[in-house]
């Protein structure tokens, strides 16, 4: 994977934080009437705390989304290849990593010890590729590839204390890493 350039986000971010023309109108509808959740409990008001488009690009569909580092971070993973990290807070961007295939979904290792001399947060990407990449999303790099699938990949998940990592792949297969 490529790093995108600390201070030069446009070809990942592409507009990413113009608003859509309406969502001033929007916030403020949203302030006034609280979107409303049927429970079992009955109905509970929920709030949009942020919203933004992440990119302008035809094929940026977010074919996954998590929220990581105890819900500071809003992880994407995009079909224009790329997989962007944003701070919760106004959806800033924190990070983005340039693949060269369709990211379908990326996960992030929740223990946060040291894998493949990495010694941060390490995420599991698989997409439109046989290959599961593991990567240091503060840096970048490739931290190791996981082969044995022999199709694409559409699902990763890694167990709570982050020794094993489970992806699923259009080969009918699921496969149970111990990394």
């Known amino acids: 994977p490529q790093q995108q350039e600390q201070h030069n986000p446009q070809e990942c971010m592409q507009d990413a934080h113009h608003h859509h023309p309406q969502q001033q109108q929007l916030r403020q509808q949203r302030r006034e009437d ?5 429970g079992a409990a ?9 919203s933004c488009r992440v990119t302008q690009s035809e094929n940026g569909i977010t074919n996954g989304i998590e ?5 500071s971070c809003v992880m994407a993973s995009n079909n224009d290849a790329w997989l962007r990290l944003f701070d919760v807070e ?3 961007p924190r990070q983005c990593i340039k693949f060269p295939f369709a990211v379908n979904y990326a ?3 929740p ?8 010694a941060g947060a390490v995420a599991a990407v698989v997409g439109d590729d046989p290959l599961t990449w593991l990567v240091d999303c503060r ?3 490739e931290v190791m590839k996981l082969e044995g699938h022999r199709d694409y990949s559409f699902a990763a998940e890694w167990h709570p204390a982050g020794h094993l990592l489970a992806t699923g792949n259009q080969d009918s297969t699921t496969r149970v890493w111990d990394v």
Do not use: K, N, W, Y
């Not at 010890?113 to 990495?118: D, E, M, N």
């Open 34 to 38: 609280q979107d409303v959740l049927m």
């Open 42 to 50: 009955g109905a509970a008001a929920c709030e949009v705390l942020h």
């Open 90 to 92: 106004g959806m800033r």
């Open 107 to 109: 996960t992030l290792r």
């Open 67 to 71: 929220i990581c580092d105890s819900g």
């Open 111 to 118: 223990d946060g010890a040291p894998l493949g001399g990495c």
């Open 139 to 141: 840096s970048g790099a």
